[in-house]
Every structure is written in C-alpha cells, then in structure tokens.
Antibody, heavy 124, light 113 residues
Framework: EVQLLESGGDLVQPGGSLRLSCAASGFTFSNYAMSWVRQAPGKGLEWVSAISGSGPDGINTYYVDSVKGRFTISRDDSRDTLFLQMNSLRAEDTAVYYC??????????????WGQGTLVTVSP | DIVMTQSPDSLAVSLGERATIKCKSSQSVLHSSNKKNYLAWYQQKPGQPPKLLIYWASTRESGVPDRFSGGASGTDFTLTISSLQAEDVAVYYCQHYHSIPWTFGQGTKVEIK
C-alpha cells in the first residue's frame, strides 16, 4: 500500500525558514517523480514544485514562479524521502502542503497518491 | 501559464440525477506527439487530500466508479457524474499537466439538492 507521510509544518515568522519532509513507502520511490502541492485555507490547489525520478538523465527540478529562488525541492532515495526547503517565507505561503506521487504516465504529472498534508503558517 | 477555468463554482443536484462540471483551458493541452489531452480531474472531500478520478481527459483511474466520466472538445472539458450519490459531495478540480507550471481550476463544489 502506497503511503506518503508529511512532516515539518509549523508556525513561522515572515522571512523565516522551514523544511518539510515526506516519507514514502509502498512503491519504488526512486522510479517516480514527486511533487509538492499546496492549498491555502479555504482555497484551491496550487502546484508548487516537482522533482524527477532518479533516472539516467539525472534529476530535474521544477518550480512555480512564486517560489523560485526561495524554495528548494530535493529527494533522498536511500531514505525514500522527499524534502522541501522553504526560505524567505511570506504570509501568502500559508497553506497545507501536500506531497504527491506522480502517476508515471510520462510527460507531465498527474498525482495518483497524496499525503494527508502538513500545515505551514507564516505569521508574526 | 495555462489558466484553467471551471464552471459553475458550485451546483446542487438531486440524488440520482446527473451532475456536469466544465473546465476550459486558456490554450490547448493536447500533445501533438501522442494526441492526448493532458487533463486530469480530482475529487476532494472535506478534511481529505484530493483523489485522482480521471486522467488523459477521459481515462478513469483504477477503482473509480463508472458513474464518473470525462469528456473533451478542443479546450473544453467536462466531468460528468451520471447518477449523483451522497458520497459524491465534494469539491472537484481539473488540472492540466501539459507544460510547467501545472495548474488547477478553481474548483467546483457539488452538493445535494
């Protein structure tokens, strides 16, 4: 059974930093691209960042413009864990952050499994 | 960026009746290489993460009831629930995965009339 368990969400002041983790199990983690998707309170879904699977072409990372230069996605395949390093946090980054597994269809990502999410609150 | 616009924002349907949600992309999400629309639909119930229902615009994810179906015509997409059940009360989102950044529609809330 595929499981994704996020952790690391917290209350942080504007300008602060936070590192989110997502522990994966139930599938061959290294073979799949992974993403972070966030949802502000009472709002819709926003894709934040993705990282490719560990293939022969190396690892590629992708970001929505609003987090470029502030967030860094990474993965540790030896620990089946996905990370999101979040720096220079802003109030508008307040959201539940979901870890999501790529379906593996090829090309862009649909997300066939999601974690339960971890809440990041950016406030003085 | 490709903008996804859903309509309506909410709808109320009687149990057993049909519910139709529309999603329009600001540009084509059809890939010329494989002639597939890179469009997915998700269902999100309160307090839960989203659940994938449909991908390639019309392919049901494994385990999804066949009352859920997806359609496409150019840049217009539909999610149809043929016979609404109580457990279908949720917010539904479309998402394109044609090009970065992947974006979602704003969501459509489905309720029981």
């Amino acid at each position: 059974e595929v499981q994704l368990l996020e952790s690391g969400g917290d209350l942080v002041q504007p300008g602060g930093s936070l590192r989110l983790s997502c522990a994966a199990s139930g599938f061959t983690f290294s073979n799949y691209a992974m993403s972070w998707v966030r949802q502000a309170p009472g709002k819709g879904l926003e894709w934040v960042s993705a990282i490719s699977g560990s293939g022969p072409d190396g690892i590629n990372t992708y970001y929505v413009d609003s987090v470029k230069g502030r967030f860094t996605i990474s993965r540790d395949d030896s620990r089946d864990t996905l990370f999101l390093q979040m720096n220079s946090l802003r109030a508008e980054d307040t959201a539940v952050y979901y870890c999501a597994k790529d379906h593996g269809l090829g090309g862009g990502s649909t997300f066939d499994y999601w974690g339960q999410g971890t809440l990041v609150t950016v406030s003085p | 960026d490709i903008v996804m616009t859903q309509s309506p924002d909410s709808l109320a349907v009687s149990l057993g009746e049909r519910a139709t949600i529309k999603c329009k992309s600001s540009q084509s999400v059809l890939h010329s290489s494989n002639k597939k629309n890179y469009l997915a639909w998700y269902q999100q119930k309160p307090g839960q993460p989203p659940k994938l229902l449909i991908y390639w615009a019309s392919t049901r994810e494994s385990g999804v009831p066949d009352r859920f179906s997806g359609g496409a015509s150019g840049t217009d997409f539909t999610l149809t629930i043929s016979s609404l059940q109580a457990e279908d009360v949720a917010v539904y989102y479309c998402q394109h995965y044609h090009s970065i950044p992947w974006t979602f529609g704003q969501g459509t809330k489905v309720e029981i009339k």
